[in-house]
């Protein structure tokens, strides 16, 4: 088995040995489930009222009305959700002392940063395939446009990609779980804002400067069905940037 491998082995058995991964999952499917619920709800009261005094169905595009808007609120969601996932990676070996062995281990940092970070992308992935049951169903009732479909669900794991990036490198700051959690999340939230701070700057340069920054266009563009290399490049270029900071953390942290 590669270095890599034996970390994310490790790691994976990490998570399904606690309650972390099972709460997260359980949380995220709910919130998902009520975001796809209530507005098919509220298009199917609308459609009878239509139909008892119209007598006919509207024309209904679930893939606007219902998938996208879905979408969108995942991403807050995953706000919330997944620096619960990273929280742990680097911190909980700091304050149980195995830090130092890790370091001085076979292992290189790039095998145990990227190791880290596969783990916890691989148990985001396996949360978001769950989702996907509840949008087949839907799918298997409705008429969906598949292609759209699919580039959201590419956006929500490129996006959950950088939401765990960064939550490792602040997981690589602390060696308490609780100031993990807090740091990501005003990481994230901090990137998140600069799309609202490029709009107030206008269309100077440093204001288009600052809304590239911000996950938030490249993801939207994805979620509409448009796959643009500038945002495949821009999610890559965010993930391995992090990865590399947190590399620097770590490798910072090995001579203290």
Do not use: C
Not at 141 to 165: E, K, M, N, Q
């Amino acid at each position: 088995m590669s270095p890599v491998g034996a970390v994310v082995r490790k790691e994976l058995r990490t998570y399904f040995a606690s309650p972390i991964a099972y709460v997260v999952a359980g949380v995220f499917l709910l919130l998902l489930g009520l975001l796809l619920f209530l507005p098919i709800l509220a298009i199917s009261n609308q459609s009878l009222q239509m139909l008892r005094l119209q007598g006919n169905l509207p024309d209904i595009n679930l893939n606007q009305l219902v998938l996208r808007p879905a979408f969108a609120n995942m991403a807050v969601v995953m706000l919330l959700l997944v620096p619960m996932l990273t929280m742990r990676l680097f911190a909980e070996e700091k304050k149980l002392k195995t830090m130092e062995l890790l370091l001085t281990s076979p292992l290189t940092i790039t095998d145990i940063v990227v190791g880290k970070f596969v783990a916890a992308f691989s148990v985001f992935a396996g949360m978001l395939a769950l989702t996907a049951l509840g949008t087949a169903a839907l799918g298997a009732i409705a008429d969906l446009r598949w292609a759209p479909v699919a580039t959201a669900y590419l956006g929500v794991l490129l996006l959950g990609g950088v939401f765990l990036s960064v939550g490792l490198l602040a997981s690589g700051l602390t060696e308490n779980q609780v100031i993990a959690v807090v740091l990501s999340f005003g990481f994230l939230l901090l990137i998140w804002l600069f799309d609202w701070m490029g709009q107030l700057v206008g269309e100077a340069p440093f204001g288009k400067l600052l809304s590239y920054l911000s996950p938030l266009g490249h993801f939207d563009n994805l979620v509409k069905g448009l796959v643009d290399t500038k945002d495949l490049v821009y999610f890559a270029a965010a993930i391995i940037f992090s990865l590399f900071l947190t590399h620097r953390v770590i490798e910072s942290q090995r001579w203290r």
